[in-house]
Each structure stands twice: as structure tokens, then as C-alpha cells.
């Protein structure tokens, strides 16, 4: 699968952002899906994730309130809606998305994954 992220940018500090994931194929709903980020001068670390049914999700504490992760199978997308920006925020975001056959699984690691976007630029004026 292929994955193309949107939807980066400028931001103020305390406004919004939200990133869109395209997935290529045909088995999308096959997949737990996630976010990750990383800063200037910094590793890769884990945002949010998303069960192949949606119906279970987990943030690092940092978003938590923030940042909401949502999943469309029908258009093989999935979002991440960024409010209450901070300037901490600044980073490339990655989607990526893991071949999965609980429906509920959710997994935090990036080595777990299959599947890496280009990424896209978020900055946070402070």
C-alpha cells in the first residue's frame, strides 16, 4: 500500500490544522493506521493510532484533548484533526499503517508498522 499525506502547514499557536492520509489498494480496512512525528534534531516519536474498526484509538499524553484520529474506509483515509496548536507541535508528520488481524489492535511502536508516508510539515508560530 502507498500512502500520500496532506494537509501540513503554518499554524499560529492555539489554532488547527488537519492532515489527510490516502491509501492506494484494495484492503485498507485491513490496516491499523497511525501518526507519528518528528521534530528538527529529533528521533521519530509516536502521536496517535487507530484500530482497524475505528473503534479503539490511543494518543501520547501531549495530544491527548488535542488531537482526535479518525479513519474513513470508504475513501482510505485518515485524518488527524490538530486544535489548540503549540509551537512543541513543529514537525514532520508521518501516517503509516500495519497489515493487522484483530480488528481492535492498536500498536504504538513504528518498527511494527509496514508502511510509511512521505510525511508533511507542520509549523507552530508561537
Known amino acids: 500500500v502507498q500512502l500520500q499525506a496532506s494537509g501540513g502547514g503554518l499554524a499560529q499557536a492555539g489554532g488547527s490544522l488537519r492532515l489527510s492520509c490516502v491509501a492506494s489498494?484494495?484492503?485498507?480496512?485491513?490496516?491499523?493506521l497511525g501518526w507519528f512525528r518528528q521534530a528538527p534534531g529529533k528521533e521519530r516519536d509516536f502521536v496517535t493510532a487507530?484500530?482497524?474498526?475505528?473503534?479503539?484509538?490511543y494518543y501520547t499524553d501531549s495530544v491527548k484533548g488535542r488531537f482526535t484520529i479518525s479513519r474513513d474506509n470508504d475513501k482510505k483515509t485518515v485524518y488527524l484533526q490538530m486544535n489548540n496548536l503549540k509551537p512543541e507541535d513543529t514537525a514532520v508528520y508521518y501516517c503509516?499503517?500495519?497489515?493487522?488481524?484483530?480488528?481492535?489492535?492498536?500498536?504504538?511502536?513504528?518498527?511494527?508498522?509496514?508502511?510509511w508516508g512521505q510525511g508533511t510539515l507542520v509549523t507552530v508560530s508561537s
Open positions: 503509516t499503517a500495519k497489515n493487522v488481524i484483530l480488528t481492535a489492535a492498536v500498536t504504538t511502536s513504528g518498527d511494527d508498522y509496514d508502511y
Open positions: 487507530i484500530s482497524r474498526s475505528g473503534g479503539s484509538t
Open positions: 489498494g484494495r484492503t485498507f480496512s485491513r490496516y491499523a
